[in-house]
């Protein structure tokens, strides 16, 4: 599976502060997915990063507050703007790969844990 | 909306005990269910099942899908405090859009 380096690890941020958090895979993948998950919460899917093209949001997550770039098949940031003690989250980069039975096995980032004063 | 249950919420036993977890999920077009372990931030793969009644198993983890029921177990089997973690089980339930719906997941706290 595909091994993804992602920084920072954790962050401490002041309100109204923007932070962008960088994803780095070992191979080249089609999609990139970013998650965050709240404190005592799961995962939610913020976006899909795919390359050469814009990224794709769920409900409830918008370009201007989540900005993503996806330069090439390897890497792609994801941008907390404007923060809020409500971001405070852990936010994963993930990507697909083929497990031993099949498809669509996510592997993820270690995660940056970002906290908002 | 898909959505994934699971439980308990929380589950506190003994070091040795053996535990079950459940996941349950209602879903358009299922494909898969997976299930993961959460330590610290970045959550592992555990186990993907596709079809119903055939147990996975890894050392003294195993799972089963019951596609009827529409869930899924997580069995592990003399627990150790390394199994401290949250369980997170997800569905995968679209075609063409590689999207999981993840349930809240059960934190799993073993006592020496």
């Known amino acids: 599976s595909a091994v993804i380096s992602q920084k920072p690890s954790r962050d401490i941020c002041q309100r109204g502060t923007s932070l962008t958090i960088q994803c780095q895979v070992d191979?080249?993948?089609?999609?990139m997915f970013w998650y965050r998950q709240q404190p005592g919460q799961s995962l939610t899917l913020i976006a899909t990063?795919?390359?050469?093209?814009?990224?794709?949001?769920e409900s409830g997550f918008v370009i201007d507050k989540f900005p993503i770039s996806r330069p090439n098949l390897t890497f792609s940031t994801l941008t907390v703007s404007n923060m809020s003690p409500e971001d405070s989250s852990i936010y994963l980069c993930?990507?697909?790969?083929?497990?031993?039975?099949?498809?669509?096995?996510?592997?993820f980032g270690a995660g940056s844990r970002l906290t908002v004063l | 909306e898909d959505k994934v249950v699971q439980s308990p919420l929380s589950l506190v036993v003994h070091e040795g005990d053996t535990v079950t977890l459940n996941c349950s999920y209602e879903?358009?077009?299922?494909?898969?269910l997976l299930w993961y372990k959460q330590e610290k931030k970045a959550p592992t793969f555990l186990f993907m099942l596709?079809?119903?009644?055939i147990e996975k198993k890894s050392g003294r983890l195993s799972s089963i899908l019951d596609k009827k029921e529409l869930s899924s177990i997580l069995n592990i089997t003399a627990t150790q405090t390394g199994d401290s973690a949250i369980y997170l089980c997800?569905?995968?339930?679209?075609?063409?859009?590689?999207?999981?719906?993840f349930g809240t997941g059960t934190r799993l706290t073993i006592i020496p």
């Open positions: 993930s990507v697909e790969g083929t497990g031993r039975s099949g498809a669509n096995v996510l592997t």
């Open positions: 191979s080249q993948v089609t999609m």
């Open positions: 990063a795919n390359q050469g093209s814009e990224a794709t949001y």
């Open positions: 879903v358009t077009n299922f494909r898969s």
């Open positions: 596709t079809s119903s009644g």
């Open positions: 997800a569905v995968d339930a679209n075609f063409g859009n590689e999207k999981l719906t």
